[in-house]
């Protein structure tokens, strides 16, 4: 049956019926991102029109939230409201208006009860902060074209009516960016506020001092501006290029007292708090340009033209170190409003402190065991500035090692243990692993997309993201106070770029924030978030649509094809052309047919009406006798996974720019045993490891191959050793092992051994290595 007649039939019974506008009301038509807690659809829709009254309480914070409304619908609607004081005596019933009440019997201090009727809209809110989010959700129920600063001709400006209560999960909703790596302008931060503030985020996290550059005016150091805020130039490429490139540029950049506080009059009246960070001991290097005699070598310095850990570190064993900081802090805690300073605490190499004679001092007069301690001793010394200031001090998770400062909160990065450890001893934790919450990784295939640091971590994966351990008790819980998705500037030269590489991954931290976790469901948020983009793009977001790239995975040794699109269709070529709009629709997992050794191309991209709506997948396999065969591994990899579960036998080898293709443990060994699924002639085998030391990545000390026939006893048949061994620094290497003639298994295990503690004098010097395989090649 021809479809669009099977829509026109279905309405007409639906309006004889139920009565049109009824049907449209259906919880399928709200696109709402977060997810609020309830919607009731009612009958009728609310018109906004030129005469449209709005009445609020007379007080300024609820004048913030009613100042929202006007400012995001005037420009589209071009209507121009005015705000009345809502008085007592005035009846709640006029028509066609928007009534903002503050009513106790909303509990949740940020949550509000929103109810549209066909002539009135009324917020309900038992602070303006809640009044503000249903402002955010009235913003998303009516046409999104009303998001647009530009007038929208030939508009009807209607919402359904409903009623919804909603509040939210988490207090600490965040964003951070940094303005280190690379500087963004005040207009800039300020639409990102209004980006965060929209998805009812309430915490930008202002990462304002790097190793590439100070950029806060702090008045009584006028050297942080003038030699601080600059560098020489900048790496071009990626961090591992070789030869390295820069440009030659001189980058400059910092904001000033005055843009500050302008910034932060923006944030206030969005109900956004302002974290800003101080990074210490460590990241210091821009600082210690300025202030040479801070550093424990005493410099010369130069603010990095490079990415990556320096070791040019705060000395933490000369008073003027603490000077400085306390001179900086006092500046910045009364510059800021909010309750939290953050003051970093991450990589910070101990190496000069170890050298350092004023650092072994203070050592030996504190008796401080070892530099763990020492970085402890400094992060208290800091705490106990910021807490005389009334402040809160917020760090990133290296504060934990040799003891946390006692009213310290933590922010958990290098996985969730900073955040479990810290929740277990009663302070605060905002979970922002890099797993979940780093958004300079890349969101797709990264050979599809721009430059990114690496990593991978599609809007799927973030919005998998549970904040709160299992393995913490109710009481314990309590302390995750919220999530917040990360964004390093690196590789981010431009607004255009950060907008890319937060939206829509940052809707997915917006609801995983906000909304109760009963309600998660990928794929309903997929179905709003496909509406959310009309929004994001009437306000001019440059948001990535990734979210329509295919992908693929082995399944029982078959391609399966996927998108996050609710009911794609998919069309794919085994032959390595672009897929058009008539090629072979995906239904289900086929096998890839090819000779041994054989390189094979699947192309495939989503369809809608006809049109292609994502990116062109294209994926080479090449097969082997183990391509798409399972295997098992006696430690699971937690953060290198592959991407799939059969990530080391998927046909495909990992590479510099993919990482998100490795299989890796920390500290562990590989040992994956396959299963060929019958008996086989094996004659060769072939895999690949990293060797990038700057990244803690060391090569197997050795790899052993054992066959099997039964799963259970098991004899190594090859064997290789790589100690001593010396490989080329940040690189690929591949390793062939010959196997005995004449070998027949059915089980095949390649053990490769992890080669321990990282050496002194290398980076990361004492941590546990990682060991990176990819691809098992049987033949
Ligand atoms: C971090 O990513 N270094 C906190
Ligand atoms: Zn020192």
Known sequence: ???????????????????QIFSQNS??????????????????????????????????????????LVSVFQPSTGFQFSAQVLKKELSLARGNAIYFIEDESVKHPEGYQLEVQ??????????????????????????????????QANMVWKTPCCLIDDAPRFSWRGMHLDVGRHFFEVDFIKKYIDQLAAHKMNVFHWHLTEDQGWRIEIQKYPKLQTVAACRNETLLGIYSDSPERYDGQKYCGFYTREQIKE???????????????????????????????LGCTGGPYLAATKWGVFHEVFCAGNEKTFEFLENVLDEVAKIFPGQYIHIGGDECPKSRWRECPKCQKRM????????????????????????????????????????????AAVMSWRGTEGGIAAAKQHHEVVMTPTSHCYFDYYQSDPDSEPLAIGGFLPIEKVYSYEPVPAELTADEAKYIIGTQGNLWSEYIPNPEKVEYMVWPRACATAEIA?????????????????????????MKINFSKAFFDVSAEFLDGKINLKSNAVG??????????????????????????????????????????????????????????STGKPYTLSKQP???????????????????????????????????????????????????????????????????????????????????????????????????LDLPEGTLARFVQVVATNFGKIPPGSAGEGNASWLFLDEIVIE
């Open 514 to 538: 906000w909304s109760a976790k009963n309600l998660k469901d990928f794929g309903d948020f997929s179905r709003r978030l496909v509406g959310h983009f009309e929004m994001m793009k009437a």
């Open 1 to 19: 049956m021809n479809f669009t007649k099977k829509i026109t039939l279905a309405t007409l019974f639906q309006i004889l019926f139920f009565g």
């Open 568 to 625: 794609a269709e998919i069309r794919y070529t085994t032959d390595g052309s672009e897929p058009r709009r008539d090629d072979k629709v995906f239904s289900k997992p086929f096998v890839l047919e090819a000779k041994m050794r054989d390189f094979k191309t699947i192309r495939a991209a989503v369809f809608q009406n006809g049109e292609k709506s994502g990116k062109t997948f294209t994926q080479t396999y090449q097969l082997s006798l």
């Open 364 to 407: 030996k007069d504190n008796r401080l065991k070892d530099e763990h301690e020492l970085q402890s001793y400094f992060i208290r010394r800091v705490e106990k500035m910021l807490t005389k200031r009334g402040k809160k001090v917020i760090g990133w998770d290296e504060i934990l090692e040799g003891g946390l400062a006692p009213t």
């Open 118 to 151: 066909t002539d009135k809209i009324y917020v309900r809110a038992r602070s303006a902060a809640g009044a503000f989010y249903a402002v955010q959700t009235l913003r998303q129920l009516f046409p999104p074209e009303i998001n647009s600063p530009d007038l």
């Open 27 to 68: 919880p399928e038509n709200f696109n709402i991102i977060p997810r609020p807690i309830s919607i009731s659809p009612k009958p009728g829709e609310f018109i906004l029109n030129a005469e449209t009254l709005i009445f609020s309480p007379k007080n300024s914070d609820w004048q913030n939230a009613v100042e929202q």
């Open 263 to 293: 910034v932060l009059e923006y944030a206030k009246k969005r109900f956004v708090t302002v974290v800003p960070e101080i990074e210490l001991p460590g990241h210091a290097q821009a600082a210690l340009s300025a202030f040479p005699e």
């Open 638 to 736: 937690e953060k290198y996974t592959g991407g799939e579960k059969y990530a080391l036998t998927n046909g495909i080898s990992g590479s510099f720019k993919k990482w998100n293709l490795w299989v890796a443990n920390e500290g562990a060994d590989l040992d994956p045993t396959i299963d060929l699924g019958t008996e086989q002639k094996i004659s060769r085998l072939t895999t690949h490891f990293v060797n990038a030391r700057d990244a803690w990545i060391y090569p197997p000390r050795s790899l052993e191959v054992f066959v099997s026939d039964d799963g259970k006893t098991f004899k190594s048949i090859a064997r290789r050793e790589f100690s001593g061994e010396k490989f080329a620094d940040n690189a690929v290497e591949r390793v062939v």
